[in-house]
């Protein structure tokens, strides 16, 4: 400005813009002039409910300024009582920068960034008001609102003290000045004078005052008016600001006490400097008083200095030097009250000060005498959740090992593998943000709230290094720097302003303490905020509308713009850099990638801050009705981004569609996809670019193995509130009920999510049954359903509650339900039922109300009583179990008659010791004990939690009682609860709704925010190990007398029955010798002490938690192979599922006793220790699962989940890997260049594969059940699928895509579907109502069918199978065996005739020649001409007229037809019967060949002979097939009529022919077969039952067969001769039996053989032989220990098998305490060894190379594991339960058969 002259003395602001015309000025919202009676003049009135709503602005335009110099800035206003007012000042500081100064009765506290400081105006009140005594006993004014009695005021403010004191900033000018509701506003001014409102002119003029000394009155034209003899004071407010008052313990703007003004009584005001005064220059703002009223006689000359004359002098450390602009121009002092410690915020730079602080310990207990033991009692184990405040933050560890994450207050980090847990715990609120420093060694988190703290972890020690305030009310963002230096945090503060705060964490990583580097405000939103790797000083936001570019220098935050051009409207989510750029890259390379919730992603040039490209996620495939001409590259739906990370190698997308794509870095491929069952929140990629971690906003976190193409899910969470648990003690399932409208089943063990149920009624509340795999859950409609785990289903239904289901509970004993609901009434049901029936119902008997669930209900351990809070919730009711008549009431509130209320129960619980005893939790925070005999008071608890209690449990032994009261659990000493002093813990962040111990006493589960599983330490009593195992399951027993079984290792003699299974003391086993230790190696996960034995299993021991991981769908679309499972997500619970269809030709996939294992991880097909080589065997189960294409030599049929190709014309093999359920049938387009597969009996999944190259193009799931059908246009644009019974529906589908194009549901079954290959658009499909035609409109947007019903003369019989003739008709087959002509035009039939006394279910139709095949077998050749000609007729021709319809060959095949394929002139072609068998027909030379043949039945044994030239299998249809390995074709077939033969063994090569089969067959016989005369040699029968395994002698010189009683027969090959019987095993089925060849003489016995002997008993015996001496001698016995289990059937085999590298050695599994394998040492008596398994194992084989093992599970997972290091693969190629695998003898080969399945592997090794 060129001068400033002219504001000398002062500015009338309001007039300099001439306010009142609103030219230069501006006004908003509710503004008004009035008349004040007080000042008697024209003042504005500022209204609104909102301040910033209504408001004046001077000047009008942001782009003019005000100009004035004056330093200190007046208003004259009085704040509205009872509202928020608000005013900002914007001024100028050196270089042109913008400082804003606001104050408001809104703020809470100080605050200030580098250009806004934030000031708390506390109003004052009228003299001697009650408001100001309360502010004067509070020493300073209250904060909110005006007072009613708020005064008229003079504000002055010393702007140039205020910027230098507060940002060391020189003041040059005000910019602008706003002043928001609500207020009224006389005038505001500027001057350079301190002004005196209360200072008369004659005043002045009397103590000679005047403008030349710097003060002065106020003009006229700004006074108030005085009464006469009033005084200024007496009327109005005058605060100073900054002012030379009292110290405030924080900045704000107010009326201070006018006692305050000197610091001591008598002492004056104005005095000189001394030399004890403490000066301070600056950096102590964050303890200086703000406020002052000014009298008269305190008014200084401005170059006079406000000095104390008695300080208290601070000692050097505390004392801070220093000439500042306040040295200068205020003189501020400071003195530091004795009773309040002086706690510096900050310096003249801004950075404030924080101290470091431990993390919270887990648990708290205080001192006492008496302390409850162990302690800690509780350990955490585990927890079940994900999110909480933010599902937007999972980490990988630089490893890529573990990943971190937070559930709710609680961060855990994960190991992959194994999925074990540790936890970093310390927060008080749920966790909002979480970030790494570059090498991840220091981890930071937020948490949400008002007392929002940011804490730094060492993560691998997992401690807190420091704790310190976020400055903000609660941050949504943190990011680190690379080298951990820089810490950015974005939040909001108390007004949901935007906060952007940088703190320098480089001490405090260290130990030390953290500063603030800088912070700043923000209107603009940021979603998120990054630090850039490449420098800690420079950052990226993005946010809705914006993207923009920080920086840090010189202690302030500047941020500028990217200029997004066109994009400038967009909603940005995410920002990355491409982390492939080297980090000494010029800043002018980098690149940015920005996402959008539009679907944009942008690709942004940092250095021009501009956008550089652009690009856009939109639906691959829209509807007709949905697609606009008009559409742009801006509009239209394009799928929202949530999140962005980028690799050097490629790009990943997290999705609101549920998708992970993987992407090329230009984004012109997609790479790989995985589906979620949510929108993908977050996705980051690993360290190594070799995994991406995927979290969904519905709990869901997992993560993508780039190399294998397989997703592994880590956690799966609720995502609301757990209302509820239950905990199923024998199968070890844990369900809960949840707000999110879940009821999910998880194995405990595994944290495995087996089941979720979902319902639209609200689950409240769940109970397992005790001893079925049944649980009930309540709802809060009053339903209450009863599911059974096992099929997944719905049992029972009861509606008979009119609220809320609050308690549910069974009956110890099983036989009886209770359920109870919020309106009062108890229903009993009758739970030995599967119906669960009602007894009786009675109202009005519980309390009402929602507050006890969801147990509200107390059953004793007798089952002879129920206990409830009822019907008042002051009374306790005990009534009868068994008919709910009631046996007592108990009127708790007088038992505390002193109280002032009356106290009502929460809680019952009965306790476990005696059915005498009921605890009772009540409102008045105690725990009653009273007697259900007398109901007397025997003891009570106060002061239990300090909040009422919520869930209360007492221990099996009745030693502990657990309590829960909002946030933390407590462990009582139960007898002694008023003596020793209870330990609590926290870690829920939410208050916990149940708390309960595990059946078997190990463990303690909490559920509130999530579920908590902890580890209860405590040691079980001595008396109660008659009553539960030392095991970690409740289920195990001993023997009726209490006593252990001693586990007979070797040295004794074998028992003549077989006991119960009893509960054992784990063997004792130490170490082996050095010699065979170095043999074996470490074996994985269980290597026991070398120096030492392994102590037996205790009590207290905790479990090993085997890792468990689940797969999601993930479709390759350039070269995977999709894992998709036959589980549906969601259980869907209809009763009224349609039945299937009475026709052989609708798909049935086979029953399947155990779902595949989501819970493992395959490896990259490159790294695999075996490799497929062939698939032997055909799946006569499918229904049209084989093709052949004659002119392009392609054949293709399915066997499992395997769809097998053969090129014809190279003679190659290979194997479509990606289904894990059967395949029920398949297509091969036209061109033979594509080919689709539908697998899966539950939510199917079809896949599209690309021929040429073996590789999945994309996969799709839409039908509910099975796929029956599949079918591809003429033109391969377009496939049609067809649902099964359960789902009739016609999906159409886009062959190239792979999208859904429409669909149409039909009323009834659909058995087959065809498309018309003259005319475009039509297809036809068969089935239970007819024939429909179908026409699919223009695009493919609609399906539009016209049904048809079959022809009278077929009577009402199923339409089966059809087929278009090239001239407009087509040809239909009946369940009848009849075929039918139909005129497509005229949509009528035409024809008919009987072709076949059974069903047809193939028909193939080429030129005038008619394919049927059928349930008879009969595979029929017709010459249909004379159809053409009758086509024309007006009526259906009858059945007797069809003469000319001639049958030109025939032929009865082995099996029922399920699939054909012929060329075009049916000369030859290959069908599929359902015996297994592809067969190739050729009509023109009448030769039939059997192409490819498997079992029928299931597949029990697989043998090799020695030169592995060949292998024989066994099948439970009675047959032995003999194979040749090189070609696999079948050599010779030996089959036994109504006989399962189960097991075979080869013949040695020491016998005399080592070309003899031994098998054994279900009714005891033995046969055995010669090869080379393909005659059975002999048949004899050593057992009266069944032979169970079978084994010939290392010398072949005897056959050693058992049976399903425990007997083995030794019989001669030669004479059948049984020369003895072993019974030491009798009682129970023997499962392994082996013969070796070993000296035995080093262990003390004659014998050149030993032969053991394995039995379901878990009894291994081993024997040391010499057949020609007819010697067999006891060498060893082994029991192994186990648990009680009543199903018998379905337990797992117990197996043994001698280590091929040392017969000493012998290798075992079984049903026992853990799913383990164990090395036994028979020279050390001991074992030695252990490999803990995921699965019980069904099979297992040792390779005599590579120290491998082979084990097969009920799971599906053949694993394959490398004993001397311990690793292990699995592989998931089988659709069903593992039966049998088999190593061939040089271990270059592995057999695994899965029911029907044969699959070879090649054994490359690990």
Same mark, same amino acid.
């Given at each position: 400005?060129?001068?400033?002259?002219?504001?000398?003395?002062?500015?009338?602001?309001?007039?300099?813009?001439?306010?009142?015309?609103?030219?230069? *000025?501006?006004?908003?919202?509710? !503004?008004?002039?009035?008349?004040?009676?007080?000042?008697?003049?024209?003042?504005?009135?500022?209204?609104?409910?909102?301040?910033?709503?209504?408001?004046?602005?001077?000047? %009008?335009?942001?782009?003019?300024?005000?100009?004035?110099?004056?330093?200190?800035?007046?208003?004259?206003?009085?704040?509205?009582?009872?509202?928020?007012?608000?005013?900002?000042?914007?001024?100028?500081?050196?270089?042109?920068?913008?400082?804003?100064?606001?104050?408001?009765?809104?703020?809470?506290?100080?605050?200030?960034?580098?250009?806004?400081?934030?000031?708390?105006?506390?109003?004052?009140? /009228?003299?001697?008001?009650?408001?100001? %005594?309360?502010?004067?006993?509070?020493?300073?004014?209250?904060?909110?609102?005006?007072?009613?009695?708020?005064?008229?005021?003079?504000?002055?403010?010393?702007?140039?003290?205020?910027?230098?004191?507060?940002?060391?900033?020189?003041?040059?000018?005000?910019?602008?000045?706003?002043?928001?509701?609500?207020?009224?506003?006389?005038?505001?001014? &500027?001057?350079?004078?301190?002004?005196?409102?209360?200072?008369?002119?004659?005043?002045?003029?009397?103590?000679?005052? *005047?403008?030349?000394?710097?003060?002065?009155?106020?003009?006229?034209?700004?006074?108030?008016?005085?009464?006469?003899?009033?005084?200024?004071?007496?009327?109005?407010?005058?605060?100073?600001?900054?002012?030379?008052?009292?110290?405030?313990?924080?900045?704000?703007?107010?009326?201070?006490?006018?006692?305050?003004?000197?610091?001591?009584?008598? &002492?004056?005001?104005?005095?000189?400097?001394?030399?004890?005064?403490?000066?301070?220059?600056?950096?102590?703002?964050?303890?200086?008083?703000?406020? #002052?009223?000014?009298?008269?006689?305190?008014?200084?000359?401005?170059?006079?200095?406000?000095?104390?004359?008695?300080?208290?002098?601070?000692?050097?450390?505390?004392?801070?030097?220093?000439?500042?602009?306040?040295?200068?121009?205020?003189?501020?002092?400071?003195?530091?009250?004795?009773?309040?410690?002086?706690?510096?915020?900050?310096?003249?730079?801004?950075?404030?000060?924080?101290?470091?602080?431990?993390?919270?310990?887990?648990?708290?207990?205080?001192?006492?005498?008496?302390?409850?033991?162990?302690?800690?009692?509780?350990?955490?184990?585990?927890?079940?959740?994900?999110?909480?405040?933010? /599902?937007?933050?999972?980490?990988?560890?630089?490893?890529?090992?573990?990943? !971190?994450?937070?559930?709710?207050?609680?961060?855990?980090?994960?190991?992959?593998?194994?999925?074990?847990?540790?936890?970093?715990?310390?927060?008080?609120?749920?966790?909002?943000?979480?970030?790494? +420093?570059?090498?991840?060694?220091?981890?930071?988190?937020?948490?949400?709230?008002?007392?929002?703290?940011?804490?730094?972890?060492?993560?691998?020690?997992?401690?807190?290094?420091?704790?310190?305030?976020?400055?903000?009310?609660?941050?949504?963002?943190?990011?680190?720097?690379?080298?951990?230096?820089?810490?950015?945090?974005?939040?909001?503060?108390?007004?949901?302003?935007?906060?952007?705060?940088?703190?320098?964490?480089?001490?405090?990583?260290?130990?030390?303490?953290?500063?603030?580097?800088?912070?700043?405000?923000?209107?603009?939103?940021?979603?998120?905020?990054?630090?850039?790797?490449?420098?800690?000083?420079?950052?990226?936001?993005?946010?809705?509308?914006?993207?923009?570019?920080?920086?840090?220098?010189?202690?302030?935050?500047?941020?500028?713009?990217?200029?997004?051009?066109?994009?400038?409207?967009?909603?940005?989510?995410?920002?990355?850099?491409?982390?492939?750029?080297?980090?000494?890259?010029?800043?002018?390379?980098?690149?940015?990638?920005?996402?959008?919730?539009?679907?944009?992603?942008?690709?942004?040039?940092?250095?021009?801050?501009?956008?550089?490209?652009?690009?856009?996620?939109?639906?691959?495939?829209?509807?007709?009705?949905?697609?606009?001409?008009?559409?742009?590259?801006?509009?239209?739906?394009?799928?929202?981004?949530?999140?962005?990370?980028?690799?050097?190698?490629?790009?990943?997308?997290?999705?609101?569609?549920?998708?992970?794509?993987?992407?090329?870095?230009?984004?012109?491929?997609?790479?790989?996809?995985?589906?979620?069952?949510?929108?993908?929140?977050?996705?980051?990629?690993?360290?190594?670019?070799?995994?991406?971690?995927?979290?969904?906003?519905?709990?869901?976190?997992?993560?993508?193995?780039?190399?294998?193409?397989?997703? +592994?899910?880590?956690?799966?969470?609720?995502?609301?509130?757990?209302?509820?648990?239950?905990?199923?003690?024998?199968?070890?399932?844990?369900?809960?009920?949840?707000?999110?409208?879940?009821?999910?089943?998880?194995?405990?063990?595994?944290?495995?999510?087996?089941?979720?149920?979902?319902?639209?009624?609200?689950?409240?509340?769940?109970?397992?049954?005790?001893?079925?795999?049944?649980?009930?859950?309540?709802?809060?409609?009053?339903?209450?359903?009863?599911?059974?785990?096992?099929?997944?289903?719905?049992?029972?239904?009861? %509606?008979?509650?009119?609220?809320?289901?609050?308690?549910?509970?069974?009956?110890?004993?099983?036989?009886?339900?209770?359920?109870?609901?919020?309106?009062?009434?108890?229903?009993?049901?009758?739970?030995?039922?599967?119906?669960?029936?009602?007894?009786?119902?009675?109202?009005?008997?519980?309390?009402?109300?929602?507050?006890?669930?969801?147990?509200?209900?107390?059953?004793?351990?007798?089952?002879?009583? @129920?206990?409830?809070?009822?019907?008042?919730?002051?009374?306790?009711?005990?009534?009868?179990?068994?008919?709910?008549?009631?046996?007592?009431?108990?009127?708790?509130?007088? =038992?505390?008659?002193?109280?002032?209320? =009356?106290?009502?129960?929460?809680?019952?619980?009965?306790?476990?010791?005696?059915?005498?005893?009921?605890?009772?939790?009540?409102?008045?925070?105690?725990?009653?004990?009273?007697?259900?005999?007398?109901?007397?008071?025997?003891?009570?608890?106060?002061?239990?939690?300090?909040?009422?209690?919520?869930?209360?449990?007492?221990?099996?032994?009745?030693?502990?009682?657990?309590?829960?009261?909002?946030?933390?659990?407590?462990?009582?000493?139960?007898?002694?609860?008023?003596?020793?002093?209870?330990?609590?813990?926290?870690?829920?962040?939410?208050?916990?709704?149940?708390?309960?111990?595990?059946?078997?006493?190990?463990?303690?589960?909490?559920?509130?925010?999530?579920?908590?599983?902890?580890?209860?330490?405590?040691?079980?009593?001595?008396?109660?190990?008659?009553?539960?195992?030392?095991?970690?399951?409740?289920?195990?027993?001993?023997?009726?007398?209490?006593?252990?079984?001693?586990?007979?290792?070797?040295?004794?003699?074998?028992?003549?029955?077989?006991?119960?299974?009893?509960?054992?003391?784990?063997?004792?086993?130490?170490?082996?010798?050095?010699?065979?230790?170095?043999?074996?190696?470490?074996?994985?996960?269980?290597?026991?002490?070398? /120096?030492?034995?392994?102590?037996?299993?205790?009590?207290? #021991?905790?479990?090993?938690?085997?890792?468990?991981?689940?797969?999601?769908?993930?479709?390759?679309?350039?070269?995977?192979?999709?894992?998709?499972?036959?589980?549906?997500?969601?259980?869907?619970?209809?009763?009224?599922?349609?039945?299937?269809?009475?026709?052989?030709?609708?798909?049935?996939?086979?029953?399947? &006793?155990?779902?595949?294992?989501?819970?493992?991880?395959?490896?990259?097909?490159?790294?695999?220790?075996?490799?497929?080589?062939?698939?032997?065997?055909?799946?006569?189960?499918?229904?049209?699962?084989?093709?052949?294409?004659?002119?392009?030599?392609?054949?293709?049929?399915?066997?499992?989940?395997?769809?097998? =190709?053969?090129?014809?014309?190279?003679?190659?093999?290979?194997?479509?890997?990606?289904?894990?359920?059967?395949?029920?049938?398949?297509?091969?387009?036209?061109?033979?260049?594509?080919?689709?597969?539908?697998?899966?009996?539950?939510?199917?999944?079809?896949?599209?594969?690309?021929?040429?190259?073996?590789?999945?193009?994309?996969?799709?799931?839409?039908?509910?059940?099975?796929?029956?059908?599949?079918?591809?246009?003429?033109?391969?644009?377009?496939?049609?699928?067809?649902?099964?019974?359960?789902?009739?529906?016609?999906?159409?589908?886009?062959?190239?895509?792979?999208?859904?194009?429409?669909?149409?549901?039909?009323?009834?079954?659909?058995?087959?579907?065809?498309?018309?290959?003259?005319?475009?658009?039509?297809?036809?499909?068969?089935?239970?109502?007819?024939?429909?035609?179908?026409?699919?409109?223009?695009?493919?947007?609609?399906?539009?069918?016209?049904?048809?019903? /079959?022809?009278?003369?077929?009577?009402?019989?199923?339409?089966?199978?059809?087929?278009?003739?090239?001239?407009?008709? =087509?040809?239909?087959?009946?369940?009848?065996?009849?075929?039918?002509?139909?005129?497509?035009?005229?949509?009528?039939?035409?024809?008919?005739?009987?072709?076949?006394?059974?069903?047809?279910?193939?028909?193939?139709?080429?030129?005038?020649?008619?394919?049927?095949?059928?349930?008879?077998?009969?595979?029929?050749?017709?010459?249909?001409?004379?159809?053409?000609?009758?086509?024309?007729?007006?009526?259906?021709?009858?059945?007797?007229?069809?003469?000319?319809?001639?049958?030109?060959?025939?032929?009865?095949?082995?099996?029922?037809?399920?699939?054909?394929?012929?060329?075009?002139?049916?000369?030859?072609?290959?069908?599929?019967?359902?015996?297994?068998?592809?067969?190739?027909?050729?009509?023109?030379?009448?030769?039939?060949?059997?192409?490819?043949?498997?079992?029928?039945?299931?597949?029990?044994?697989?043998?090799?002979?020695?030169?592995?030239?060949?292998?024989?299998?066994?099948?439970?249809?009675?047959?032995?097939?003999?194979?040749?390995?090189? *070609?696999?074709?079948?050599?010779?077939?030996?089959?036994?009529?109504?006989?399962?033969?189960?097991?075979?063994?080869?013949?040695?090569?020491?016998?005399?022919?080592?070309?003899?089969?031994?098998?054994?067959?279900?009714?005891?016989?033995?046969?055995?077969?010669?090869?080379?005369?393909?005659?059975?040699?002999?048949?004899?029968?050593?057992?009266?039952?069944?032979?169970?395994?079978?084994?010939?002698?290392?010398?072949?010189?005897?056959?050693?067969?058992?049976?399903?009683?425990?007997?083995?027969?030794?019989?001669?090959?030669?004479?059948?001769?049984?020369?003895?019987?072993?019974?030491?095993?009798?009682?129970?089925?023997? +499962?392994?039996?082996?013969?070796?060849?070993?000296?035995?003489?080093?262990?003390?016995?004659?014998?050149?053989?030993?032969?053991?002997?394995?039995?379901?008993?878990?009894?291994?015996?081993?024997?040391?032989?010499?057949?020609?001496?007819?010697?067999?001698?006891?060498?060893?016995?082994?029991?192994?220990?186990?648990?009680?289990?009543?199903?018998?059937?379905?337990?797992?085999?117990? @197996?043994?098998?001698?280590?091929?590298?040392?017969?000493?050695?012998?290798?075992?599994?079984?049903?026992?305490?853990?799913?383990?394998?164990?090395?036994?040492?028979?020279?050390?008596?001991?074992?030695?060894? %252990?490999?803990?398994?995921?699965?019980?194992?069904?099979?297992?084989?040792?390779?005599?190379?590579?120290?491998?093992?082979?084990?097969?599970?009920?799971?599906?997972?053949?694993?394959?594991?490398?004993?001397?290091?311990?690793?292990?693969?699995?592989?998931?190629?089988?659709?069903?339960?593992?039966?049998?695998?088999?190593?061939?003898?040089?271990?270059?080969?592995?057999?695994?058969?899965?029911?029907?399945?044969?699959?070879?592997?090649?054994?490359?090794?690990?």
């Amino acid at each position: 400005m060129a001068s400033t002259g002219w504001q000398n003395p002062y500015v009338n602001i309001f007039k300099h813009v001439k306010v009142e015309e609103w030219r230069r *000025s501006a006004k908003a919202g509710d !503004v008004s002039s009035s008349m004040d009676r007080t000042l008697r003049c024209p003042v504005f009135l500022i209204k609104g409910p909102v301040p910033t709503n209504s408001y004046i602005l001077v000047p %009008k335009s942001s782009n003019q300024t005000l100009g004035l110099t004056g330093r200190y800035f007046y208003l004259l206003f009085r704040p509205t009582p009872g509202k928020y007012f608000m005013v900002h000042l914007d001024v100028a500081v050196e270089e042109g920068q913008a400082v804003r100064i606001s104050f408001s009765n809104m703020f809470k506290e100080f605050k200030s960034t580098a250009t806004w400081l934030q000031f708390p105006f506390l109003c004052g009140a /009228a003299k001697d008001s009650v408001y100001e %005594k309360t502010s004067r006993s509070a020493r300073q004014g209250l904060v909110g609102p005006a007072p009613a009695s708020a005064r008229w005021t003079c504000l002055m403010i010393d702007l140039c003290s205020t910027l230098s004191f507060y940002l060391n900033r020189h003041y040059t000018h005000l910019k602008s000045v706003k002043l928001c509701a609500n207020m009224a506003v006389k005038n505001m001014f &500027t001057s350079d004078l301190l002004l005196d409102p209360a200072m008369t002119f004659n005043e002045a003029k009397l103590r000679g005052l *005047s403008s030349s000394r710097g003060t002065g009155p106020i003009p006229r034209e700004m006074s108030f008016p005085v009464p006469k003899g009033g005084f200024w004071n007496d009327f109005y407010d005058h605060i100073k600001f900054p002012s030379d008052g009292t110290k405030l313990p924080f900045d704000s703007i107010q009326k201070p006490d006018p006692a305050a003004v000197n610091f001591f009584p008598g &002492t004056p005001s104005c005095q000189k400097n001394e030399p004890g005064a403490a000066r301070i220059s600056g950096p102590v703002q964050h303890r200086v008083s703000i406020c #002052q009223p000014i009298d008269a006689s305190k008014l200084l000359p401005r170059n006079r200095t406000s000095v104390l004359s008695s300080v208290p002098e601070l000692s050097p450390s505390d004392s801070m030097e220093g000439d500042g602009p306040l040295s200068r121009d205020a003189g501020v002092h400071v003195y530091a009250r004795p009773q309040v410690a002086l706690r510096p915020h900050g310096g003249s730079s801004g950075d404030e000060v924080f101290c470091a602080s431990e993390s919270l310990p887990v648990a708290s207990v205080k001192e006492s005498e008496q302390q409850l033991l162990p302690d800690p009692i509780l350990r955490l184990s585990r927890i079940i959740g994900f999110g909480g405040a933010t /599902a937007g933050d999972a980490l990988w560890s630089q490893s890529g090992e573990e990943v !971190v994450y937070p559930c709710h207050a609680i961060i855990v980090s994960m190991k992959i593998l194994s999925r074990e847990q540790r936890f970093f715990i310390g927060h008080t609120d749920k966790i909002s943000a979480l970030t790494f +420093n570059g090498s991840t060694t220091v981890l930071a988190s937020a948490q949400r709230g008002s007392n929002s703290v940011v804490r730094l972890w060492d993560y691998s020690a997992g401690t807190c290094l420091s704790m310190f305030r976020a400055h903000a009310h609660s941050l949504s963002c943190l990011s680190f720097s690379y080298g951990g230096g820089i810490l950015c945090g974005v939040g909001k503060d108390r007004h949901n302003k935007t906060m952007v705060v940088v703190w320098n964490t480089l001490n405090a990583s260290k130990g030390g303490e953290g500063t603030i580097l800088a912070k700043a405000h923000t209107d603009v939103d940021i979603a998120t905020m990054k630090v850039t790797f490449f420098d800690d000083t420079r950052m990226v936001s993005c946010g809705r509308e914006n993207v923009r570019l920080w920086r840090v220098r010189n202690g302030l935050l500047r941020s500028c713009p990217v200029c997004l051009g066109d994009f400038h409207s967009l909603d940005f989510t995410d920002v990355a850099f491409q982390q492939g750029d080297a980090s000494d890259q010029p800043v002018d390379h980098r690149t940015l990638f920005a996402s959008t919730r539009s679907g944009h992603i942008l690709e942004i040039d940092y250095s021009r801050v501009m956008v550089r490209n652009a690009r856009r996620l939109l639906p691959a495939q829209q509807q007709h009705a949905e697609r606009r001409e008009k559409w742009t590259f801006n509009t239209g739906p394009g799928i929202p981004i949530n999140s962005i990370s980028v690799s050097s190698s490629f790009c990943a997308t997290g999705t609101e569609d549920g998708f992970l794509r993987l992407w090329t870095l230009d984004f012109s491929a997609v790479i790989l996809e995985a589906e979620h069952e949510g929108p993908v929140a977050v996705v980051s990629v690993s360290f190594d670019n070799q995994q991406v971690l995927a979290a969904t906003f519905s709990g869901n976190l997992g993560y993508l193995d780039v190399s294998s193409r397989a997703y +592994n899910t880590l956690m799966r969470s609720h995502t609301d509130e757990v209302l509820g648990f239950s905990v199923d003690g024998i199968r070890r399932h844990l369900t809960t009920a949840s707000a999110d409208g879940t009821v999910r089943v998880w194995d405990k063990d595994s944290l495995q999510q087996l089941y979720d149920f979902v319902s639209m009624d609200n689950p409240r509340s769940v109970a397992f049954h005790p001893h079925e795999s049944t649980f009930a859950c309540g709802f809060s409609s009053g339903t209450v359903r009863v599911f059974d785990i096992s099929s997944a289903r719905l049992l029972a239904e009861h %509606k008979k509650h009119r609220g809320e289901v609050i308690g549910l509970a069974f009956s110890p004993d099983g036989d009886l339900m209770y359920s109870a609901d919020s309106e009062g009434s108890l229903a009993l049901h009758d739970a030995s039922e599967e119906d669960h029936s009602v007894i009786r119902v009675t109202c009005n008997v519980v309390a009402q109300g929602t507050e006890r669930a969801p147990d509200a209900l107390a059953v004793s351990g007798d089952s002879s009583r @129920l206990a409830f809070v009822g019907p008042t919730p002051h009374i306790i009711t005990v009534a009868d179990a068994r008919s709910l008549n009631e046996l007592l009431h108990v009127d708790i509130s007088v =038992l505390d008659a002193e109280g002032p209320d =009356l106290d009502a129960a929460l809680k019952v619980r009965f306790s476990p010791a005696s059915a005498e005893h009921l605890l009772v939790a009540t409102s008045a925070n105690k725990i009653l004990w009273i007697s259900t005999k007398t109901g007397r008071l025997l003891r009570q608890v106060s002061n239990v939690h300090r909040r009422p209690c919520s869930s209360l449990a007492v221990s099996e032994d009745s030693r502990f009682l657990l309590t829960s009261g909002h946030n933390t659990v407590k462990v009582w000493d139960y007898k002694r609860t008023n003596q020793v002093k209870p330990q609590m813990y926290i870690g829920h962040s939410q208050p916990i709704r149940q708390v309960s111990f595990t059946p078997d006493q190990l463990g303690v589960v909490s559920v509130g925010d999530a579920i908590f599983l902890w580890d209860f330490l405590a040691e079980p009593d001595e008396c109660l190990i008659g009553r539960r195992s030392p095991g970690r399951a409740s289920y195990f027993s001993w023997t009726a007398d209490g006593e252990a079984n001693a586990a007979q290792l070797s040295g004794g003699m074998p028992r003549q029955e077989a006991p119960l299974p009893s509960s054992q003391q784990q063997l004792d086993v130490s170490a082996m010798d050095p010699e065979i230790q170095e043999d074996l190696g470490h074996l994985s996960v269980c290597d026991d002490d070398p /120096a030492k034995p392994v102590q037996p299993t205790g009590p207290s #021991q905790i479990p090993d938690h085997r890792p468990v991981v689940s797969f999601l769908k993930v479709t390759d679309l350039d070269s995977a192979s999709p894992v998709e499972s036959d589980e549906p997500d969601t259980t869907e619970l209809d009763q009224n599922k349609p039945d299937h269809p009475n026709c052989y030709k609708h798909f049935t996939p086979r029953l399947k &006793t155990l779902s595949l294992d989501q819970s493992v991880s395959t490896p990259r097909p490159q790294d695999g220790g075996i490799k497929l080589k062939a698939v032997i065997g055909y799946n006569g189960n499918g229904r049209g699962n084989m093709g052949w294409s004659p002119d392009q030599g392609l054949f293709a049929y399915s066997c499992g989940g395997l769809v097998v =190709l053969e090129h014809l014309h190279t003679g190659t093999q290979s194997h479509l890997q990606g289904h894990s359920e059967e395949i029920s049938c398949l297509a091969i387009s036209n061109d033979a260049q594509t080919l689709v597969s539908a697998a899966g009996s539950s939510r199917s999944l079809v896949s599209v594969w690309d021929v040429q190259t073996a590789t999945c193009r994309g996969t799709a799931s839409h039908h509910k059940g099975a796929v029956q059908s599949l079918a591809f246009s003429r033109d391969d644009l377009f496939f049609l699928s067809v649902g099964d019974f359960s789902d009739p529906v016609l999906a159409l589908w886009s062959s190239a895509s792979v999208q859904l194009l429409c669909s149409v549901s039909m009323s009834a079954p659909v058995h087959d579907a065809a498309f018309s290959p003259a005319a475009a658009g039509q297809l036809a499909c068969v089935g239970s109502e007819g024939i429909h035609f179908c026409l699919i409109h223009t695009r493919a947007t609609d399906i539009e069918a016209c049904r048809v019903s /079959a022809p009278p003369e077929v009577g009402d019989v199923e339409l089966t199978a059809l087929c278009y003739h090239l001239d407009s008709f =087509l040809l239909t087959s009946t369940a009848g065996g009849h075929v039918c002509a139909w005129d497509v035009n005229k949509q009528r039939c035409f024809m008919v005739w009987k072709a076949d006394e059974g069903e047809i279910g193939v028909l193939l139709c080429r030129e005038n020649r008619l394919l049927t095949g059928g349930a008879t077998g009969r595979l029929q050749l017709w010459q249909i001409e004379v159809v053409q000609g009758v086509k024309f007729a007006e009526t259906t021709c009858s059945m007797n007229d069809v003469s000319k319809v001639v049958v030109e060959q025939e032929v009865v095949l082995d099996g029922k037809l399920v699939s054909g394929a012929f060329d075009n002139f049916m000369d030859m072609g290959i069908v599929g019967t359902t015996a297994g068998t592809l067969w190739y027909i050729n009509w023109s030379d009448s030769s039939i060949i059997r192409l490819v043949s498997g079992h029928r039945a299931k597949v029990n044994d697989v043998v090799f002979s020695h030169d592995e030239s060949r292998f024989a299998t066994c099948s439970q249809d009675g047959s032995v097939r003999v194979w040749s390995t090189g *070609s696999l074709e079948l050599v010779v077939q030996f089959q036994v009529i109504n006989q399962a033969c189960g097991c075979l063994s080869w013949s040695p090569l020491s016998s005399s022919d080592g070309s003899r089969i031994a098998a054994g067959y279900g009714d005891g016989t033995l046969r055995i077969f010669q090869l080379t005369s393909t005659e059975m040699e002999m048949k004899l029968r050593p057992h009266q039952e069944a032979i169970t395994a079978i084994t010939y002698s290392a010398s072949g010189h005897v056959i050693l067969s058992a049976g399903s009683k425990g007997l083995v027969a030794v019989s001669s090959p030669i004479s059948g001769v049984t020369i003895r019987v072993i019974r030491d095993h009798k009682g129970a089925a023997i +499962n392994s039996i082996q013969s070796v060849s070993e000296q035995c003489k080093r262990f003390g016995l004659e014998g050149n053989e030993m032969v053991l002997v394995a039995g379901a008993d878990r009894r291994v015996s081993v024997w040391a032989t010499n057949w020609f001496k007819e010697k067999c001698d006891l060498l060893d016995w082994l029991s192994f220990p186990a648990p009680p289990s009543s199903e018998e059937d379905s337990l797992p085999p117990c @197996l043994a098998a001698f280590y091929p590298a040392d017969h000493s050695l012998l290798l075992y599994t079984g049903y026992g305490l853990e799913k383990e394998l164990s090395f036994y040492s028979l020279t050390k008596k001991q074992i030695i060894k %252990k490999i803990s398994l995921t699965h019980w194992a069904t099979c297992i084989s040792l390779s005599p190379r590579g120290h491998l093992l082979a084990v097969g599970c009920k799971e599906r997972v053949l694993k394959l594991i490398k004993s001397t290091s311990g690793r292990f693969q699995d592989f998931l190629q089988h659709s069903d339960a593992l039966q049998t695998c088999r190593f061939s003898p040089s271990g270059s080969l592995l057999f695994s058969t899965a029911y029907d399945e044969v699959l070879l592997w090649a054994v490359p090794g690990l």
